[in-house]
């Protein structure tokens, strides 16, 4: 490893895990939503084809690169039980809101994650890199977490209309932190996105097993975890100490 001239990180399961009650917090509240806006959908089989919606269009991102967004999985869902609107409806944007306001309550730091940032932030310039479909919900959530002050940017997959690990985010993040690729370490738990993304864009990345070594909750998306092989060549942290050991060898 080349002593690195900036970092960055992931932030679902690398600095956050969410509940798994949180998805079907999700589930009640943006029922509740289509139910104010006169939307009678029928709870179960509206989970039912929202979940296969969200299977199918997350499947589609994971293969070209772009991101997707809830509007388009809710859209399509009510299609199939009869109700005809645009993912632009605002009645879809409220629902979409509903869904993600389960996250806030259910969203939780993994221990130590504010004074690790403290610490390496009188030191580096940190950034942050996450693959989320909506912008301003993730951005409420990173600022009712209170990250916001460690972060000199904070680049979002939803914004930049493509998700880790297309190069494209990572190409855009390298700028945006201002430190030549391969001086910048990032940190994540992806293998797919974080790891091989930062790989091929010329960063070094570190892996993080801390949500599976701590048995913490994880933050879960409808698409079911793939089989993950650890790369050997890739360094491997389980807790904060071991990226602050990491970064003093
Ligand atoms: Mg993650």
Redesign the pocket.
Known sequence: MNHPKAIGF?????LLTVHPDAMEEAHQRQIRALHEEGLPVEAEAFGKAYLEAAVKFLKAAHKDGRETHNRFWMAEALESLGYSLSPEDPRIAKAVDAHFSAFYPNSKLIPGTKELLGDLGERYPLGMLTNFTDGPAVRKLIDLLGLNPFFKDVLVSGELGYRKPHPYVFERFVEALGVPANQILFV???VEA?VKGAKAAGLQPVLTTCVEDGNLPAARTPLSPAETVYPEDVPRISCWQDLRDLLEA
């Open positions: 992931d932030l679902f399961n690398t994540g738990d992806d974080d």
